[in-house]
């Protein structure tokens, strides 16, 4: 991949915000997604830590997208909201299994394989490198609104209009 293809997402997805940290204990920005975090090997959701969030954060939500899954709109591997405004980590695992670490309150939504949690990397054999999306959105109300029923989409469109601040990692794998 190309250095400019392993930037953030342009502002066509997202409007401009202001920008603050994220950085993961479990792999490299701009590095390879661990095995951990792959679908059929681990399938846990890595560690999430983020810093200098925007005055006025009532809450926060973290999303995993794979833009270059082969599906003409992506692939949504993780959506999870309302995590309280004290909260500025997810342990590994929050977003998986037995759920320990995961604040109470947070919503997950169905991801693209159809369950309410964090979906693991499995892009198609010999489809080249794909990029995995962290993104943590500093929201402007406790409650963004959408409950466990809301799509992945929907829950961007809230946020869209409701980010205060967005930070982004982005770690890539491929299957051979």
Same mark, same amino acid.
Request: net charge negative; glycine share 12%; with cysteine.
């Given at each position: 991949?190309?250095?400019?293809?392993?930037?953030?997402?342009?502002?066509?997805?997202?409007?401009?915000?202001?920008?603050?940290?994220?950085?993961?204990?479990?792999?490299?920005?701009?590095?390879?997604?661990?095995? @951990?975090? +792959?679908?059929?090997?681990?399938?846990?959701?890595?560690?999430?830590?983020? =810093? %200098?969030? *925007? /005055? !006025?954060?009532?809450?926060?939500?973290?999303?995993?997208?794979?833009?270059?899954?082969?599906?003409?709109?992506?692939?949504?591997?993780?959506?999870?909201?309302?995590?309280? @405004?004290? +909260?500025?980590?997810?342990?590994?695992?929050?977003?998986?299994?037995?759920? =320990? %670490?995961? *604040? /109470? !309150?947070?919503?997950?939504?169905?991801?693209?394989?159809?369950?309410?949690?964090?979906?693991?990397?499995?892009?198609?054999?010999?489809?080249?490198?794909?990029?995995?999306?962290?993104? +943590?959105?500093?929201?402007?109300?406790?409650?963004?609104?959408?409950?466990?029923?809301?799509? *992945? /989409?929907?829950?961007?469109?809230?946020?869209?209009?409701?980010?205060?601040?967005?930070?982004?990692?982005?770690?890539?794998?491929?299957?051979?």
């Amino acid at each position: 991949m190309s250095e400019s293809s392993r930037r953030p997402l342009p502002h066509a997805f997202h409007p401009p915000v202001a920008e603050f940290t994220v950085t993961s204990t479990d792999f490299t920005a701009d590095g390879v997604l661990p095995e @951990a975090h +792959v679908y059929a090997a681990g399938n846990t959701s890595p560690q999430l830590s983020w =810093t %200098g969030a *925007p /005055a !006025g954060t009532k809450s926060y939500a973290v999303t995993c997208f794979d833009p270059d899954a082969p599906t003409g709109s992506g692939f949504w591997h993780w959506s999870l909201f309302d995590i309280p @405004a004290e +909260v500025t980590e997810l342990p590994t695992g929050a977003g998986s299994g037995d759920f =320990t %670490g995961l *604040p /109470a !309150g947070a919503v997950h939504v169905r991801n693209d394989y159809g369950s309410r949690d964090f979906g693991g990397a499995a892009p198609p054999p010999g489809d080249g490198p794909h990029r995995y999306v962290f993104t +943590v959105y500093a929201v402007d109300q406790e409650k963004l609104g959408p409950d466990a029923d809301t799509s *992945p /989409a929907a829950v961007g469109f809230n946020l869209r209009f409701h980010s205060l601040g967005r930070a982004q990692v982005i770690a890539e794998y491929e299957q051979g």
